[in-house]
């Protein structure tokens, strides 16, 4: 399984970016997907995920201005980030748990900056 993660940018406070995650390979149905970030000098943190069906959860940082979705069809998943905030500038990275082989994969990770 291969995840590739784009979208990121430099964007002004309250601004809008969408980040994009192909994935391909052997994927299999029964997968959860997700973007997790990273700030400098900050541990890992799970902001979004979503399951096969369509179940969503999200870091409260980020509840009401995030939302994640995904289109099983084309092996896609994404995250539209509106209201951004400096707090919100962080390396993300997607993010896939493949329940048949109980096992994680990341893609490479994509800059977002948040400007105040």
């Known amino acids: 399984v291969q995840l590739q993660a784009s979208g990121g940018g430099l964007v002004q406070a309250g601004g809008s970016l969408r980040l994009s995650c192909a994935a391909s390979?052997?994927?299999?149905?029964?997968?959860?997907m997700g973007w997790y970030r990273q700030a400098p000098g900050k541990q890992r943190e799970l902001v979004a995920h979503?399951?096969?069906?369509?179940?969503?959860n999200y870091v409260d940082s980020v509840k009401g201005r995030f939302t994640i979705s995904r289109d099983n069809a084309k092996n896609m998943m994404y995250l539209q980030m509106d209201s951004l905030k400096p707090e919100d500038t962080a390396v993300y990275y997607c993010?896939?748990?493949?329940?048949?082989?109980?096992?994680?994969?990341w893609g490479q990770g994509t800059q977002v900056t948040v400007s105040s």
């Open positions: 390979g052997s994927i299999g149905e029964i997968t959860t």
């Open positions: 993010w896939m748990y493949k329940h048949s082989w109980m096992s994680d994969y």
């Open positions: 979503i399951t096969s069906s369509g179940s969503t």
